[in-house]
């Protein structure tokens, strides 16, 4: 059976377990771009003068698009005004190789009309401990704690 091994894959089996792949292209220098089989692309490094974002940082993008994922899916079932969402993540490195993450921190900060705290807290529970495979994947090696604000639509953020 002939495969091209160039062709981004989709998800394929291995002894029964869900697998996924992605393909990241040598761009010269420092800089790659990653694929998914989509055909959803990211720039690690510059390229053509325009910066992109570094292997350390996606991590924490994908911590951030993780949980905001889960919260927005909770948030609307409980049928919350929900207008708009940001997750902001501060993360500290190690300061020795391999300098992974040891302390990330999330803030939530949620807009909308009427949303409950304890609707908030619980959604952020949920997502912390059970369904953000990213966070709990990244709660291995780091410490992750979390906050949120919850803000009238338009309404501007103090942090």
Not at 17 to 45: P, S
Request: charge should be positive.
């Amino acid at each position: 059976m002939f495969y091209d091994i160039l062709a981004p894959k989709r998800s394929f089996g291995i002894m029964g377990e869900r697998t996924t792949e992605i393909t990241a292209f040598w761009k010269g220098e420092m800089t790659f771009l990653g694929q998914n089989a989509e055909g959803g692309i990211v720039q690690i490094g510059a390229l053509d003068g325009k910066p992109g974002v570094g292997p350390m940082q996606l991590l924490l993008v994908a911590v951030a698009g993780c949980t905001g994922v889960d919260i927005v899916s909770i948030l609307l079932k409980k049928h919350a005004d929900l207008s708009d969402l940001q997750v902001r993540v501060r993360g500290k490195r190690a300061s020795d190789y391999p300098m992974i993450w040891t302390d990330i921190h999330l803030i939530y900060l949620i807009w909308g009309n009427g949303i409950k705290s304890k609707d908030v807290e619980k959604a952020i529970k949920l997502s912390e401990n059970k369904y953000c495979s990213v966070g709990i994947m990244l709660g291995k090696s780091a410490k992750i704690s979390s906050e949120y604000l919850i803000l009238k639509p338009g309404e501007n953020p103090s942090l």
